[in-house]
């Protein structure tokens, strides 16, 4: 009879564990699972964000080059504006004719009233313009 009540005995918990061990694998299974989604979850997002630093990257490269191009446009201005002032003195001067670009006059006025170039009157309206 001890003997009897031994073997069920072992025959239950045998059946304990091997019940836990079933749950613990399927719980083990569901955490990979979850696991695998939020690896898949986060390399999406890495790859999002590296493609955002891709693009970010070449604005930053495409703003250089206008940069470095608009700095070689505007380099030389300064000493246009010098040979513009030391031009012929019996012309209305430089600061007169900047004077009128700031009260609102055209590139056809400062043409006309100072005997500017088309050109200088341009420079002269860009320069002085606010």
């Known amino acids: 009879m001890i003997f009897e009540v031994g073997v069920i005995l ?12 079933l749950a613990y ?31 970010y990257q070449n604005g930053n490269v495409k703003m250089g080059e ?5 700095k070689a446009f505007v380099a030389p ?7 513009l002032e030391q031009r012929d003195p019996s012309s209305l001067s430089f600061a007169q004719a900047a004077k009128l670009v700031g009260m ?8 006309q009233s100072c005997g500017l170039t088309q050109a ?3 420079l002269m309206s860009k320069l002085h313009r606010g």
Do not use: C, Y
Request: no cysteine; glycine share 8%.
């Open 77 to 83: 201005l300064p000493d246009k504006l010098a040979q």
């Open 104 to 111: 609102g006059a055209s590139v056809d006025e400062l043409t």
């Open 25 to 55: 694998t399927k719980k083990q299974r569901q955490l990979v699972e979850v696991q695998a989604r939020d690896n898949a979850l986060r390399d999406q997002r890495i790859k999002d964000l590296g493609k955002r630093l891709d693009d």
């Open 10 to 21: 072992l025959g239950i918990l045998w059946a304990g564990s091997l019940g836990m061990f």
């Open 66 to 70: 206008v940069l470095h191009e608009l």
């Open 120 to 122: 200088e009157a341009e």
